[in-house]
């Protein structure tokens, strides 16, 4: 079955810089990433998501990279506000298949004012 | 449109009881599925369903049990409660899982003692 490995486990960055998580999934024929927030103590949250029809997707400061030959996609956060203060997590499922979806096991994102 | 709800928000359980987690979605969402978080570990599929009367086992299935009679619901049931069963249990449902992401509940906190 599919595994969704993610990096950094906790990642601190200073207001205003970028951040950067990195996901690698096994199965090559999962083609839906779907990136996800979660603020302390509430539900998680889609913020953005790519398709394998797509190599990157962009929306104000965040943005996916995919490369499907290598089998990792990625989460940028430009212009880091303490607002983006969470644990973000990527997943991984099939388009057209009854499948289950797979999450990694989520970063923690901390920006310093 | 309320969204997806679970009940209750809170419980504690003794070892061996059994109980029920309430989840009911009001936007006709043909996939729902039920994930376990626990520190470190992210969300782990529980069970998925991919319509009415449709279920299967995800990544941790063992120790619940799921049904979906209708489109609307989907409990979870837990048999037998175990203090490895302590965790934060959200209900996600998705109009198509494969081309959109989750929207989440608002989780239920178990503490098994």
């Known amino acids: 079955g599919e595994n969704v490995e993610q990096h950094p486990s906790t990642l601190s960055v200073q207001e205003g810089d970028s951040a950067v998580i990195k996901c690698t999934y096994s199965?090559?024929?999962?083609?839906?990433f779907p990136w996800y927030k979660q603020e302390l103590g509430k539900r998680p949250q889609l913020i953005i998501d790519i398709r394998s029809n797509v190599g990157e997707k962009k929306d104000q400061r965040i943005a996916v990279t995919l490369n499907k030959t290598a089998k990792h996609f990625s989460l940028h956060i430009t212009e880091t506000q303490p607002e983006d203060s969470a644990v973000y997590f990527c997943?991984?499922?099939?388009?057209?298949?009854?499948?289950?979806?797979?999450f990694g096991p989520g970063t923690s994102l901390s920006v310093i004012p | 449109n309320a969204g997806v709800t679970q009940t209750p928000k809170f419980q504690v359980l003794k070892t061996g009881q059994s109980m029920t987690l309430q989840c009911a979605q009001d936007m006709n969402h043909e996939y729902m599925s039920w994930y376990r978080q626990d520190p470190g570990m992210g969300l782990r599929l529980i069970h998925y369903?991919?319509?009415?009367?449709?279920?299967d086992q995800g990544e941790v299935p063992n120790g619940y049990n799921v049904s979906r009679s209708t489109t609307e619901d989907f409990p979870l049931r837990l048999l037998s409660a175990a203090p490895s069963q302590t965790s934060v249990y959200f209900c996600?449902?998705?109009?198509?899982?494969?081309?959109?992401?989750?929207?989440f509940g608002s989780g239920t906190r178990l503490t098994v003692v």
């Open positions: 997943a991984a499922s099939k388009e057209t298949s009854y499948d289950k979806v797979i």
């Open positions: 369903s991919v319509g009415a009367g449709i279920t």
């Open positions: 199965d090559s024929a999962s083609n839906y």
């Open positions: 996600a449902s998705s109009y198509d899982q494969g081309n959109y992401g989750y929207t």
